[in-house]
Each structure stands twice: as C-alpha cells, then as structure tokens.
C-alpha cells in the first residue's frame, strides 16, 4: 500500500513537472517569438517605398545618399553625419548637427538644431525649437517657443509662427510675415507621427514587455480558473454540448456591446450633459463586459489546455497551459502592423463562444443544455 502511493506521488510529480516545463518553455517561445517578429518587421518598414525607415531610436553618424524619411521617438544626426537629398523627420525629440544637402522637414515636440548647414529649404512644427544653424534656402517655423541661436545664419528672412521667440543673434534680421496655412508642407508626416502614439506600435514590441504581458495574462487566466472552479466546468460543458449556439450568441452580444460603446462615445461628443449622466451607468456596464470576457476567455484557455495535454486536468492547470497557448497568438497578432486593433479584436473573437456559453448557463450557475 506504501509502494502504490509512493508510485502515484512519483507520476502525479511528474505530470505537474512536464505542465510547469510546458508553461516555461511557452514563456521563452513568446519572448523568442517576439524578438524574431520584432526584428523581422524592423528590416520590412525599413524597406517600404521612399526610404520610411521606422526606429525606436535612430542615429545617423555617416554618410546617406537619397530622400531619407524617418520617424522614431528619438532622432539624432551627429556632427559627422551627411545626408545628399530631402529629409523628413517625425518624432518627439530631434537633435541635429551634421550636413543636410537638400530639403529639410520636421515634425516633433522638441527640436534641436544645434551645428547643422542645410542647402535646402527648412520646414518644420514644434512644440519648442531651438535653431542654431545655417539655412541657405527659405524658413518656415511654427513653434510655440523658439529659441535662435547666435550662430544662426538665415538666407533669407524667416517666416516665425510662434507664442514666444528669444534671439540671440548681435543682429537680428527681420522675420516674415507667418504664413495663412502651415500645415501642408507636414501633411506626409502627420500619419507617421501619430503612430508613434500607439503604445502598441513600439514600446509594446521590447522582448521583455511582451514576455511579462503574456506572463501576466497566463497568471490571470489561471487565478481566474482557481476562483471559479466549478463554474468554469458548467461553462465549458455547455460550449462543448452546443458550440455553434454559444458562438453565434457571443458574437451578438459583443457586437451589441461594441455598438453601446459607440453610442457612449458619440453622446460624449455630442449630447455632452446626457452622456455624462449616462457614464456611471457605462462604467458599470463596462466591468460586467469585461468580467464576462475574462470568464469567456478562460473558457477557451481551458479547451484549449485540455487538448494540448490529451487528458482531464484541473481547470487551473488546463486554463493556464491554455492561456500560455492563446498568449502566444496574442503576442503575434500584436506585432502587426495596426496591432491594438488587431489585438482587442482577437481577444473578442477568442471569447465569442465563451462569452455566448457564460450567458446561456448564467455565469455557470444553471446547468441547462442549450
């Protein structure tokens, strides 16, 4: 009788070493994974038409022959740097020394143009500016502060658009008049400098962000698992006894829930003082969504899960061996290009039929066959 439970001890450890060694290696491919990903779709923006190069940080110390586009956070040109053709930058900080030999155009909160000679025309929107350079073509600046250098040279005089300007030049030459539209000459670089502000579309794609989300959803999709044990079974039942119905009623509802959404927003906009009353109500409603789609996607981890191991598990371990499964597509998806798009509504479609099975058994409280 000892033997036979020494014996079981001995297989059930080993059955829960080889679910740890699964969710670690899990874990290690979604960090994998996103390095491959990371720098495959680095080397594919880097060769879209044009020469848009996007970066999370970019730096040029050499020569560069043609029209160069860039948009990165941080963009820095260093006194050795030259480029022959047009330049466009779009980020939030921009600092340049170097050589520029053609047209210069900029869009940043914080610019810096502290030792560079541009041959060509000087375009640029900012927040802050500092010019300390030399300008051979025309000037247009649109700034809220500007701050010129007493090194900068202008060929001709500069049209300032700015809140507040301080001029340390010994002489300083007059300014044009501020042109009627400014906004033109950066309409190329709006769309680049606006994806920067996806939290998503760079920041989100270090190796070590994703590792921990995916960490952190796996962990939630378990402890979700623990808390709610005997439901979660109910729930599973029922997606198994009629998946196409709990599918099609998933679908609906997160379709009524994105279309209440909408109407929220829109009233917001709109109907200010309605919307506003009516907040707390989406708040609420809100919460009971999301807690409804963290149940549906518990669900699936655990279908999931119970197919990669081949047999019965408790829910907690099938939830999180399939919650490491659902965090690596997760982890892909959001790495395309659109990708906070793309992530909530691959979350939605994994949820769909769970969410159509939470409803139907009433957060798996009733065991009644749809």
Same mark, same amino acid.
């Given at each position: 009788?000892?033997?036979?439970?020494?014996?079981?001890?001995?297989?059930?450890?080993?059955?829960?070493?080889?679910?740890?060694?699964?969710?670690?290696?899990?874990?290690?491919?979604?960090?994998?994974?996103?390095?491959?990903?990371?720098?495959?779709?680095?080397?594919?923006?880097?060769?879209?038409?044009?020469?848009?190069?996007?970066?999370?940080?970019?730096?040029?110390?050499? #020569?560069?022959?043609?029209?160069?586009?860039?948009?990165? =956070?941080?963009?820095?040109?260093?006194?050795?740097?030259?480029?022959?053709?047009?330049?466009?930058?779009?980020?939030?900080?921009?600092?340049?020394?170097?050589?520029?030999?053609?047209?210069?155009?900029?869009?940043?909160?914080?610019? &810096?143009?502290?030792?560079? $000679? &541009?041959?060509?025309?000087?375009?640029?929107?900012?927040?802050?500016?500092?010019?300390?350079?030399?300008?051979?073509? $025309?000037?247009?600046?649109?700034?809220?502060?500007?701050? &010129?250098?007493?090194?900068?040279?202008?060929?001709?005089?500069?049209?300032?658009?700015?809140?507040?300007?301080? /001029?340390?030049?010994?002489?300083?030459?007059?300014?044009?008049?501020?042109? =009627?539209? $400014?906004?033109?000459?950066?309409? /190329?670089?709006? =769309?680049?400098?606006?994806?920067?502000?996806?939290?998503?579309?760079?920041?989100?794609?270090?190796?070590?962000?994703?590792?921990?989300?995916?960490?952190?959803?796996?962990?939630?999709?378990?402890?979700?698992?623990?808390?709610?044990?005997?439901?979660?079974?109910? #729930?599973?039942?029922?997606?198994?006894?009629?998946?196409?119905?709990?599918?099609?009623?998933?679908?609906?509802?997160?379709?009524?829930?994105?279309?209440?959404?909408?109407?929220?927003?829109?009233?917001?906009?709109?109907?200010?003082?309605?919307?506003?009353?009516?907040?707390?109500?989406?708040?609420?409603?809100?919460?009971?969504?999301?807690?409804?789609?963290?149940?549906?996607?518990?669900? $699936?981890?655990?279908?999931?899960?119970?197919?990669?191991?081949?047999?019965?598990?408790?829910?907690?371990?099938?939830?999180?061996?399939?919650?490491?499964?659902?965090?690596?597509?997760?982890?892909?998806?959001?790495?395309?290009?659109?990708?906070?798009?793309?992530?909530?509504?691959?979350?939605?479609?994994?949820?769909?039929?769970?969410?159509?099975?939470?409803?139907?058994?009433?957060?798996?409280?009733?065991?009644?066959?749809?």
């Amino acid at each position: 009788m000892m033997m036979s439970f020494e014996t079981g001890l001995a297989m059930n450890f080993r059955a829960r070493f080889r679910i740890l060694l699964f969710v670690v290696l899990a874990m290690g491919a979604v960090l994998g994974l996103s390095v491959l990903l990371r720098g495959l779709l680095t080397q594919a923006r880097a060769d879209l038409p044009g020469g848009v190069v996007f970066s999370e940080n970019y730096r040029l110390s050499t #020569v560069y022959t043609g029209d160069l586009v860039v948009a990165s =956070p941080a963009i820095t040109l260093d006194e050795t740097a030259r480029v022959t053709g047009n330049v466009s930058f779009a980020g939030e900080s921009i600092m340049l020394a170097g050589t520029i030999a053609g047209d210069l155009t900029l869009l940043a909160q914080h610019i &810096i143009l502290d030792g560079v $000679t &541009i041959t060509g025309n000087l375009r640029l929107l900012s927040d802050d500016a500092l010019i300390n350079a030399q300008i051979d073509g $025309t000037t247009m600046i649109d700034v809220d502060v500007l701050h &010129i250098g007493e090194g900068a040279r202008f060929a001709s005089a500069p049209a300032v658009c700015a809140d507040r300007v301080t /001029d340390d030049r010994a002489e300083p030459s007059p300014y044009a008049p501020c042109p =009627p539209a $400014t906004i033109d000459p950066f309409r /190329d670089l709006i =769309p680049l400098r606006a994806q920067l502000d996806n939290p998503i579309s760079l920041s989100i794609r270090n190796p070590l962000t994703l590792g921990l989300g995916a960490g952190m959803f796996t962990a939630l999709v378990a402890l979700c698992a623990a808390l709610v044990p005997a439901r979660l079974v109910t #729930v599973v039942r029922m997606v198994r006894h009629n998946p196409l119905r709990c599918l099609q009623l998933g679908i609906v509802l997160l379709a009524l829930v994105i279309g209440m959404v909408s109407a929220q927003i829109f009233l917001l906009g709109t109907i200010t003082a309605l919307g506003v009353v009516l907040l707390p109500v989406s708040v609420v409603g809100s919460v009971a969504v999301g807690l409804i789609v963290l149940l549906g996607v518990a669900t $699936t981890a655990i279908l999931l899960g119970g197919w990669l191991l081949r047999k019965p598990q408790p829910p907690m371990i099938a939830a999180a061996v399939g919650g490491a499964g659902i965090a690596l597509v997760l982890v892909g998806v959001a790495l395309l290009p659109y990708g906070q798009i793309a992530l909530v509504v691959a979350v939605l479609a994994i949820s769909a039929a769970g969410v159509g099975a939470v409803v139907y058994t009433r957060a798996g409280t009733s065991g009644r066959a749809a």
